[in-house]
């Protein structure tokens, strides 16, 4: 079974900056097939980005991902209110699908 | 317009037996993978297995295998997660959602989420 550690756990930031999230794979994840959610506090899981770095249907472009092999980021441009929540990366190349443990951006 | 509605929060009894459904409209049922993802309270997400729907093939996390049966009604677009003794730590939400595309692939519509508590 995959592994992902995500990091920070928690990450403090003002609207309007920058958010970098990490997901490392205890090994390497097959074809890049990366995804990550966002979950709002009472709500479902939400669908940001898959294949590391495609972005989902209706997600604004301040969200983007990269990475390949076990090494992957998230990256908010400019943090906008709504974006305060969890954010949990998975891999589904691999069964079990796995998830991380999350990172929370929470507002400063 | 894709919708997943799942059915009501439960509390049961460990020991008890239950059975959650999760109603698909808007696309084809038979020709997309289903599952469902465990939150225990204030944890992360959990792969618990998928089923597709066509065929009835199904595959579970080994954390889940032998726990829960997921199954799948086509002729009433319907899934289901369901347990036949239950156990406090089955106290959790449970959401169902769609995969994309393939089974390996992720998850693009999303339930509601059911809340389970198991409490004597």
């Known amino acids: 079974e995959i592994v992902l550690t995500q990091s920070p756990g928690t990450l403090s930031l003002s609207p309007g900056e920058r958010a970098t999230l990490s997901c490392r794979a205890s090994?390497?994840?097959?074809?890049?097939?990366l995804a990550w959610y966002q979950q709002n506090p009472g709500q479902a899981p939400r669908l940001l980005i898959y294949h590391a770095s495609s972005r989902a249907t209706g997600i604004p472009d301040r969200f983007s991902g990269s990475g390949s092999g076990t090494d992957f980021t998230l990256t908010i441009s400019r943090l906008e209110p709504e974006d305060f929540a969890v954010y949990y990366c998975?891999?589904?190349?691999?069964?079990?699908?796995?998830f991380g443990q999350g990172t929370k951006v929470e507002i400063k | 317009e894709v919708q997943l509605v799942q059915s009501g929060a439960e509390v049961k009894k460990p020991g008890e037996s239950l059975k959650i459904s999760c109603k698909a409209s808007?696309?084809?049922?038979?020709?997309?993978?289903i599952g469902w993802v465990r939150q225990m309270p204030g944890k992360g997400l959990e792969w618990m297995g998928i089923i597709y729907p066509g065929d009835s093939d199904t595959r579970y996390s080994p954390s889940f295998q032998g726990q829960v049966t997921i199954s799948a009604d086509k002729s009433i677009t319907t899934a289901y997660l369901q347990w036949s003794s239950l156990k406090a730590s089955d106290t959790a939400m449970y959401y169902c959602a769609r995969n994309i595309a393939a089974a390996e692939s992720p998850r693009d519509y999303w339930g509601q989420g059911t809340l389970v508590t198991v409490s004597s």
């Open positions: 998975q891999q589904y190349g691999s069964s079990p699908q796995t």
């Open positions: 808007g696309y084809s049922f038979t020709s997309y993978w």
């Open positions: 090994q390497s994840v097959s074809s890049g097939s």
